[in-house]
């Protein structure tokens, strides 16, 4: 296990082929601070090249929060001056893409509030698990700010531009059912069973074909954004090479034995 930042803001820990980054700032509800934003985009520049970590987790410590959104306390010390808003957006806004760029499967475990930058983050993830109780939105029009517009297009190719509507204009919170009907989360849990049900998904994607989750996300990531850093000839290499690779023979040699396969990503 690691820790990121001077209060170990940022916790990183490894269990077999599933990483978690734990966001660590509970008694502000895990608000992020610049050194998080930071902490989390060196994070994952250093979990892409660990090729035995194939599947990322993302969640909040204590119990009230999985991200409350960015640490208001900060914004008169740092985003006060028109250079102090553009160097803080800088890194910020480094660190969302980079999430969403991640070649590797991403969970958002959402437990408690999931506000603003919060919102953006899970967002940025492949799916979408939250606690029955949890509430979600994003209150950027009740504080006078922009929304950038990377931020927004997630939020429409996730949910469409009527909810992305609703969520922005609106700047209310929706509680983990609605969101769930509206499509910002996939699944709602009990509490209870929130981390037995994310660590099980986790885990049985962990097990599948590394190559072939790759190329559907990256399959996945272009049709979300034609034209966009995906292209369909980077998709149709990353096919070409799951059915060049070792992994593909081993899962048909596994299945005409009648065994589980063991994937070593070659």
Do not use: H
Request: aromatic share 6%; with cysteine; net charge negative.
């Amino acid at each position: 296990m690691a820790a990121i930042g001077g209060e170990d803001r940022l916790i990183v820990s490894r269990e077999g082929a599933v990483a978690r980054i734990t966001f660590n700032k509970p008694a502000k509800m895990n608000a992020m601070s610049l050194d998080m934003w930071q902490g989390l985009l060196d994070t994952l520049a250093t979990l892409e090249t660990e090729d035995d970590i194939r599947v990322l987790v993302l969640c909040g410590a204590g119990e009230e929060a999985f991200v409350s959104g960015a640490d208001i306390s900060e914004f008169e010390a740092l985003r006060a001056t028109e250079d102090g808003v553009a160097t803080y957006n800088r890194i910020s806004e480094a660190a969302d893409r980079a999430l969403y760029d991640f070649p590797k499967p991403v969970i958002a475990q959402i437990k408690g509030y999931c506000i603003g930058g919060g919102m953006g983050l899970a967002a940025g993830c492949d799916i979408r698990i939250c606690a029955e109780g949890s509430r979600l939105g994003i209150t950027a029009a009740k504080l006078g700010l922009g929304y950038a517009y990377d931020a927004v297009q997630r939020i429409v190719s996730l949910a469409g531009p009527e909810v992305a509507a609703q969520v922005l204009y609106s700047a209310r919170l929706f509680d983990a059912r609605e969101a769930q009907r509206m499509g910002l989360v996939s699944e709602v849990v009990p509490r209870a069973d929130l981390n037995q049900t994310v660590t099980a998904l986790a885990e049985r994607i962990a097990r599948n074909a590394p190559k072939t989750v790759r190329a559907a996300k990256a399959a996945i990531r272009a049709a979300q954004d034609p034209g966009g850093p995906v292209s369909r000839g980077q998709v149709d290499a990353l096919v070409d090479a799951c059915n060049a690779s070792a992994d593909y023979a081993e899962g048909r040699t596994a299945f005409t034995e009648k065994r589980k396969p063991a994937f070593r990503d070659r």
